[in-house]
C-alpha cells in the first residue's frame, strides 16, 4: 500500500515540475511500425503509467531485427507543444543494452504521419557517455498534430561503438506537454493575439509566426506602413490620386488614381489614345502619330502634323483658334446646310401644291381638242381643272374615244 502512495507522491512531483501544463498525448491514439508481441502494443506509450520495465506491461516494443523503427501519437487537432518527454527502457541492463538502443532516435513534430513533413525536434549521433539517459525531456516550441519518435540502423553509416546493432523502439512513456494555444514563461496556456495569422504563435513568446495580410510586428498588431501593403507588407502602392496612401491590406487606391493610372490599385497607366484622370480623355488626332500621346499629360508624341500646334496639338498655325473651335464651327455648318436643305424642301413642297391647286394633268391628246385652262384648241395637250363639271370632262373624253 505505501509503495502505491510513494508513487503517487512521485507521479504527482513529476507533473509539478511541468508546471501545470497538460499532457496532451495521454490516451490519445497511437501506431506503431511494429510490435513485438502481444501487451507491448503503441498504447503503452501513452497510458499514463511511467514504469520503465517492460514486464510490467507498461512499455511499446517494435519487433527485433529491423532496420528502422517508429512511433507515433495523434493528439487530434493543431496544437502548442513546449516539450516531449520520453522514458525509455531501463532495467538493469540500460549501459549495456538498452541505451544503445534509444541512440540515434529522432523526434518530429508534425501536421501528418509523414516525418518529413514536420519539423526535427531532436537527433544526436550520441557518442559521448551517459547519453541517451533513460529520461529525456526535449523542447520543442512549436505546433503540430503528431508526435513521431524514429530510429535507424542503416548498413552504410557507421554508428558509435555502443549502439545496437538493429533499429528498435522500447517505450515505456511519451508525455507532450502544451496546449491548443500558446504557453508564456510561467507555462499557463493563454490565447495567441488575435492578429496572428491562423490564431498561430511561439509557445513559449506568444510572437506571430506570420501575420495577415496588411498587418506586421511581432504580434501582428501594425499595420504596414505608408506605400505598402498586403503580405508581410512586400507590396507597394500605386500611383494613388493625389499621392494618397493605398489600403493597407488590398492595395487599393480609395479615392482613384493619379493623373494617367488605372485599375484598382492604379498601376496600370492608360491605354492607347487616352490619358488624364481616370483616362477618360483622347489624345488628339492631330498628333504627328494619331492618337498617340503621354499618359498624363496628353502631349503628342514626336510633335503635331503640318498646321498643328500645342502640346496635344489642338491649336492650328493658320489662325488661332484651336481645334475645338474648328470642330464647333464644322458642326455649325453642317447644321445651316441640314436646315436650309429642309426648308427649301418644305417650300417646293409648299409651291407645287399651291401652282396644281388640285390640278391633274390629263395626258392625251386630240387632233381636235386640247383644253388650254379654259378652252379647247386643236393639236395640244388638254388639262383639266377640277373645278370645272365633270359633265365636260367626259364631253371631252367622248369625243376622244369617238375621234377617226
Known sequence: MMLFVYMYIFVFCLIRDSKGLENLALGKHAVQSSTHRIGWGPEKAVDGNRLTHVYSNSCAVTQIGQTNASWYVDLEKIVGIHQVKIYYREEQYWVTHYRGRFAGFFLYISNDTDRHNGKLCYHSLQARPGYPTPVMTLTCNTWGRYVIIYNERNPEVTYPPFYSNIAILELCEVEVYGCSNTLQSEGECVDCPTTCKDGLCNVTTGTCYSCPHGFTGDYCNETCGPGSHGHLCSGECGFCRNGEPCNHVTGFCLNGCANGMRGDKCTDVCGP????????????????????????????????????????????????????????????????????????????????????????????????????????????EGYYNEGLQDGLVENIYDEYENSP
Open 273 to 380: 489614345g487616352t490619358y488624364g484622370q481616370n483616362c477618360t480623355k483622347e489624345c488628339g488626332i492631330f498628333c504627328k502619330r494619331s492618337r498617340v500621346c503621354h499618359h498624363v499629360t496628353g502631349k503628342c508624341h514626336n510633335g503635331c502634323k503640318k498646321g498643328f500646334s500645342g502640346d496635344t496639338c489642338d491649336e492650328t498655325e493658320a489662325f488661332p483658334f484651336g481645334v475645338d473651335f474648328i470642330y464647333g464651327l464644322i458642326g455649325l455648318t453642317i447644321t445651316v446646310i441640314v436646315l436650309n436643305i429642309a426648308y427649301f424642301t418644305v417650300l417646293l413642297l409648299k409651291r407645287f401644291r399651291k401652282k396644281t391647286g388640285g390640278i391633274l394633268t390629263i395626258n392625251f391628246k386630240h387632233p381636235k381638242y386640247t383644253f388650254n385652262n379654259k378652252a379647247f384648241k386643236s393639236g395640244g
